[in-house]
Nanobody, 125 residues
Framework: QVQLVESGGGLVQAGASLRLSCAAS????????MGWFRQAPGKEREFVAT????????YSADSVKGRFTIARDNAKNTVYLQMNSLKPEDTAVYYC??????????????????WGQGTQVTLSS
């Protein structure tokens, strides 16, 4: 069982930066692939970024490439999402997710077994 708690969201102006954190409980964090997803009002949940168990491989959505970076610290049981050059269209609830599986990483929400409660990120133009 993995429990996930996100933090770091807030209200910022366009062009600003934010760093989201996701703290995981349990001793299986190092065996879990981690991901970030987001959901804007009236829209479906969409993939943002994912990272392999070791942190050596990452994959991001085209909409955030070059602006967002996912990283993890297995010693601290924490995954991060560094978000730079934020845009109004980045406004959403951001969710941390995890799964225990064989694949290196995944952009598919249904692969993820564990989800956090979400943290709100709001951009003002």
């Amino acid at each position: 069982q993995v429990q996930l708690v996100e933090s770091g969201g807030g209200l910022v102006q366009a062009g600003a930066s934010l760093r989201l954190s996701c703290a995981a409980s349990g001793r299986t964090f190092g065996n879990a692939v981690m991901g970030w997803f987001r959901q804007a009002p009236g829209k479906e949940r969409e993939f943002v970024a994912t990272i392999s168990r070791s942190g050596g491989s990452t994959y991001s959505a085209d909409s955030v490439k070059g602006r967002f970076t996912i990283a993890r610290d297995n010693a601290k049981n924490t995954v991060y999402l560094q978000m730079n050059s934020l845009k109004p269209e980045d406004t959403a609830v951001y969710y941390c997710a995890a799964y225990i599986g064989r694949t290196l990483y995944s952009s598919r929400p249904y692969d993820y077994q564990y989800w956090g409660q979400g943290t709100q990120v709001t951009l003002s133009s």
